[in-house]
């Protein structure tokens, strides 16, 4: 099975629908609304011991019978046991749809 590479840039790159998409920049109301989330997602996260959550992750995803493709969500929840880094120096994970 093959993998979709995409390079570094800024505001990140995601494969969507067969396709080089770039994030945009968020707004004010909706940087402040994703950050709220985040720390709502992430006290959820410490108080049950069961995941990790975090803003503009890169994920390397691969459903079942496709190619592995780069996404980069506002905010994501990982499970502890669905979430393995790369590299320490990264925050690009390998996961599984349970992300």
Not at 52 to 64: I, L, N
Not at 73 to 86: E, L, Q
Request: net charge positive.
């Amino acid at each position: 099975m093959h993998e979709i590479i995409l390079p570094e840039a800024k505001p990140a790159l995601e494969w969507v629908n067969n396709r080089v998409l770039q994030k945009m920049s968020p707004k004010r109301k909706h940087s402040l609304a994703q950050t709220e989330f985040a720390i709502a997602l992430g006290t959820y996260a410490r108080e049950r011991g069961n995941g990790m959550a975090g803003t503009e992750w890169h994920f390397q995803v691969r459903p079942p019978g496709e190619i592995a493709r780069t996404l980069v969500p506002d905010v994501a929840f990982c499970r502890t046991i669905g979430c393995h880094s790369r590299s320490n120096r990264s925050q690009k994970f390998h996961g599984s749809r349970r992300m």
